[in-house]
C-alpha cells in the first residue's frame, strides 16, 4: 500500500480553505492552549515539590487556586472547586461586607430622643470602651446628657456564641461573646503583680505576695482556690455566668484576658455607668424600633478592620458582620445577612459556600479556594489594591510576622488555622511585578502548622520567582 492511500486525508489538504487571518487565529489560540497546559504542567511540579511530597502535607487534603486577573485566567488549580473548612480566611468575607456597607466610620450607637429622655440602640460596634481606642464619641455623647438614660435590644436576633464553636474554648480571649452593645471587649483583663516586699531591709522574711486586680473593676463574684498556688496564675470563669475563679501563681506580672457572659446587653448596662456618670435603664417592653433614627459615628471603619485581619480579631469580624447586617436589615441576625449577601453581591461565586460565622470559628464553615479567589478579585476591583495593602498583612507583619521577609510588601494575605487546618489566600506580585491571586487551603494535617506554613510560604515564593 502506498503512503499516499494509507493516508489518503492530508492535513495540508484543508489550508486553502482556511483564510490566512483564521490560520492565524487558530494557530494563535493553540499556542495559547500548549502554553497554558506547560503552566499548568510547571507549577504541578512545583507543587509537588515544595508541598504535596512533603511528609506534613502528603497525607492531607489540599486545595489550590492560582489567578492572573490581567489575563483573567487560572494559572493554576487542584481541587480548587472542592470544599474545605477554611478557618479564619473566612474573615475576608466579613472584611469585603464591612467595606461594603459600614462606609467611612463605623456607626457607634443610633438613638431617638424626647424633652426628658435618651433611647439608645446598639449597633454592634466592637470599639465602645475598648483598649485599642483611647476615645469614642459615644462615651462623650452620653456624658454630656442630662435626660434619663434607656437602652433596648430589641433589634438583637442572634446568639452570643456561634454555630459550631467549640464550647470548651469560653474562658479563652479568642472566643468572646457577641453582644448588640460590647463594652470593654466583652472581656475583663486580670492581672496579678507580686509585691517588693519580700526579702527587704525592713521586712527580710515577709514572703512576696500577690496583688490582684481587673481592668475594668467589676463588682460580679471572684473566688480564690484557697490554699492552691500554681506556677501560673489562672482566671477560671463559671461558663453560665460572671462568676470568676482565681488561682494565684508565683510569676512577677502575670495577666489573662476572660471573656464575659454578656447576658444580651445586661452586662454592658451594669459597666457603663462607672464611665458614662449616670445609670442606664433597660427596656425591655418594646416591641419595636421607630422608623427614624439617629447616629453617632465612633471609629474609622478601617480602624477595626487592620486588626481585624492583622491579629486574626475573631471578635472584630463577628462584630463588623453584624453590623452590616444592623445596617441592611435592621436587625443583627447572622444567618439573615450571610443568605442576604449570598444572593445578592456575592451571587456570582462559583461555588455556593456554606456560610457560618463571621470570624472562621465554626468547622461548618464550607468554602472552595476558587470561591476566596473570586471574592479577592471582587475587593481588588471595588476597593483597591492601594486600600487592601493597609487592612491586610503583609510579610512580616501580623499573622504573617514570621514568614516572606525576603523583601517588602510582595504579599497581603489572610492566614487561617484550626487543629488540622492551615489556610492563606491573598494577593502575592510576581518580580515581575505581576498581580496574582492566590487561595491555598489544606484540611486534616496532622503535621506542625507551622512547617505546613513554611511549605506553602516556599510554594508561593517559587511562583513569585517563576512570574
Known sequence: MSKSSRFPFHFSSILPSIPVKGFRLVAYSLMLLLASCSTQRQIGKAANTDLFLDSSVQHAHVGISLFDPSTKKYLYTHNAKKYFVPASNTKLFSCYAALKYLGDSLPGIQYWENDTALYLVGTGDPSLLHPDFKRNAVIDFLQKTNKSIYITDVNWKEHALGAGWSWNDYNDNYMVERSAL???????????????????AALPDQPATPFIYSLPEINWKVRFNAGVTRKAFFVQRNRNENVFVITEGTEKKKEQDVPFVTHGIQSAIELLPDTVGKQITYLPELKQLPARLNTIFSQPTDSVLQPMMYRSDNFFAEQALLMVS??????MNNRRIIDTLLKTDLRDLPQLPRWADGSGLSRYNLFTPNDFVVLLQKMEQEFGMKRLQVILPTGGKGTLGNLYKQDSNYIFAKTGTLSGVVALSGYIYTKKNKLLIFSVLINNHTGSAGTIRKRVEAFLNGIRNRY
Do not use: R, T
Request: glycine share 16%; proline share 4%; no cysteine.
Open 182 to 200: 460590647p463594652v470593654y471587649g466583652n472581656i475583663i483583663h486580670w492581672v496579678q503583680e507580686m509585691s517588693d516586699n519580700g526579702g527587704s
Open 326 to 331: 444592623q445596617i441592611k436589615l435592621g436587625e
